[in-house]
């Protein structure tokens, strides 16, 4: 299976952007994701990048894509405290996702 | 169709008990997933069906824990001879055999074991 490894933390100022790292050992990974989880809720699938692309946009959210290091990156702009959640980065081969510990982003004022 | 349904949200149980957890994918879904997720840690999977047949199951799904889904639309697991190590959040997902690039989850179950 897959290891994804993240960064636990990361303390933001409103207003600025939030990046969160991760990094993960299978190479035959065909999509990464990011996915948002609120104090006791489910997971909020956020945004997904296929293995062969370096970069996706999507509104306020940013992934690139390093293979060559097997790192994934978030970049969140222009953060908002309802930014403040977990952030768990997931790789997925065939069908199952392999998912990080999580990255508890705290937004604050 | 509102998204993936979880039943209950929340459950306390004692230790030896059984416990049956619900999930009602998204109506089109023929995938279904479980994961657990324990505090502090990301959700590990457990197993998942396409249709009825069950593909797969994660050696952390042990002899007590049973899933099913018989006409392949709802699922159900469920625990016997509950543990303390049993407590956790109970994540179902679903998505499409044809596309499933995008998995939805519910909201999870939460089970506490007393």
């Known amino acids: 299976g897959e290891d994804v490894e993240q960064s636990l933390f990361l303390s933001v100022r409103e207003g600025d952007s939030s990046v969160i790292n991760c990094t993960y050992t299978?190479?035959?990974?065909?999509?990464l994701y990011w996915y948002k989880q609120e104090p006791g809720a489910g997971l909020q699938l956020l945004t997904y990048?296929?293995?062969?692309?370096d970069m996706k946009q999507d509104q306020r959210l940013t992934v690139l894509l390093n293979k060559k290091d097997k790192h994934l990156s978030l970049r969140i702009a222009d953060t908002q405290t309802g930014d403040s959640a977990i952030y768990f980065c997931a790789g997925r081969g065939d069908y199952k996702l392999s998912f990080g510990a999580g990255t508890t982003v705290t937004v604050r004022a | 169709d509102t998204g993936v349904s979880q039943n209950p949200r929340h459950k306390i149980t004692k230790r030896g008990q059984n416990v049956t957890f619900r999930c009602d994918p998204i109506s089109e879904h023929n995938r279904l997933y479980w994961y657990r997720q324990t505090l502090g840690q990301g959700p590990e999977f457990l197993t998942y069906f396409q249709n009825e047949a069950q593909l797969e199951k994660s050696r952390l799904l042990s002899d007590r824990f049973s899933a099913e889904r018989p006409k392949g639309s709802f699922s159900t697991l469920e625990i016997q001879r509950t543990e303390q190590g049993d407590s956790a959040m109970y994540l179902c997902?679903?998505?499409?055999?044809?596309?499933?690039?995008?998995?939805?989850f519910g909201q999870g179950t939460r089970l506490t074991v007393v």
């Open positions: 990048i296929f293995s062969n692309m």
């Open positions: 299978d190479s035959s990974s065909t999509y």
């Open positions: 997902a679903s998505t499409l055999a044809a596309d499933d690039t995008e998995a939805f």
